[in-house]
């Protein structure tokens, strides 16, 4: 079975969550709710993409269905561009400690 890839990209603004939906990136209402209700966008957004990162692979794991992931941003800001490549870092420690588990997905593990 091919793996399923998918992309997580963190949103650290208004602007950016525009620009987002502008490029066809689909985000459900609630999500769009929490974040432009928060204090802090970019931290919300984190802590969203982590924990559907988890329910994805957990998932994932459970079935023995192979996925991937790829961390993305859409965005010039300093901040959002140094949080992805902390969410990226943190997602790989998670995905290479689980991996083991389950034999069939030990060979989509690339980074």
């Not at 963190?10 to 689909?26: A, I, Q």
């Not at 990162?53 to 023995?64: R, T, V």
Request: a negative charge; charged letters at 30%; one cysteine or more.
């Amino acid at each position: 079975m091919r793996p399923i890839i998918f992309t997580l990209t963190l949103c650290g603004s208004p602007k950016t969550l525009e620009f987002l939906k502008w490029l066809g990136v689909s985000v459900p209402k609630w999500v769009e709710n929490e974040l432009l209700n928060s204090k802090n966008i970019l931290e919300k957004s984190f802590d969203v993409s982590y924990q559907i990162y988890k329910e994805l692979h957990e998932f994932a794991m459970d079935k023995n269905i192979p996925v991937g992931f790829n961390i993305e941003s859409v965005s010039i800001n300093k901040e959002e561009i140094e949080a992805s490549v902390e969410l990226f870092e943190k997602v790989k420690k998670d995905y290479r400690i689980a991996q083991p588990k389950h034999s069939i997905l030990e060979d989509t593990a690339s980074f």
